[in-house]
């Protein structure tokens, strides 16, 4: 069975610093990966998605993944954090038939001034 | 456009009523998603369509009922609730179902006080 860990349920940095949340998966198959965001009282949001075209994989707001086959990972960074970027973060793992998303408990990203 | 409506925003009602959530989406989505997430957790997926047919139901207790009356429309029909089926519902569409390399889009969620 497919699943998601996320590493740390909360994440502060300051603005400015690096983002780094960490995602590892557990899959039989190659996976599709996605991370989501959520601001509060909102629905999810796609930030980038994985599907094997290329390991390094740019999304919206400056945010990239990497997917790390031997590391079974796909962390999302971000260079600088912004205040705007305060929000719950998921990240996701699909199978390959029925398009079930298997979610990670969440990672909650605190930015400091 | 990649938006998903829901409606209502905010829904309160009592354990015997009866009341409906609506979902909508107009990006020619084949396949649509009913979540249910509870604060500080994520979403955990109830129903599934694929081409306006039920294809995964995850034993949702049948207080809940799905309907799909078109392929773009998708609402969820509440009757009896708990107190405990309070919870940020949430409606999601992709571009089909049965692969999933297809990203979901979800809407903004209709907010559930149970009575």
């Known amino acids: 069975a497919q699943s998601v860990t996320q590493l740390g349920s909360h994440v502060s940095v300051s603005e400015g610093a690096l983002v780094l949340l960490r995602c590892n998966y557990s899959?039989?198959?190659?996976?599709?990966l996605f991370w989501y965001v959520q601001y509060p009282n909102q629905g999810l949001q796609l930030l980038l998605k994985?599907?094997?075209?290329?390991?390094l994989v740019k999304g919206i707001n400056g945010f990239e993944a990497e997917f790390k086959k031997s590391e079974t990972s796909f962390h999302l960074t971000k260079p600088s954090a912004h205040m705007s970027d305060a929000a719950e973060y998921f990240c996701a793992v699909s199978d390959q038939g029925g398009g079930k998303l298997i979610f990670g408990q969440g990672t909650e990203l605190s930015v400091k001034p | 456009d990649t938006e998903v409506t829901q409606t209502p925003k905010h829904l309160v009602m009592g354990m015997t009523n009866k009341k409906s959530l609506k979902c909508e989406q107009h990006?020619?989505?084949?396949?649509m998603y009913w979540y249910k997430q509870k604060a500080k957790k994520p979403p955990e997926l109830m129903f599934v369509?694929?081409?306006?047919?039920?294809?995964i139901n995850e034993s949702v207790p049948s207080r809940f009922s799905p309907e799909c009356p078109n392929s773009s429309l998708l609402n969820l029909h509440l009757h009896a609730l708990q107190p405990e089926d309070s919870a940020l519902y949430l409606c999601a569409s992709s571009q089909e179902g049965t692969s999933g390399s297809y990203e979901q889009y979800f809407g903004p969620g209709t907010r559930l006080t149970v009575t």
């Open positions: 990006m020619g989505h084949r396949a």
């Open positions: 899959s039989s198959v190659p996976p599709y």
């Open positions: 994985y599907t094997s075209a290329a390991t």
């Open positions: 369509y694929s081409y306006e047919k039920l294809s």
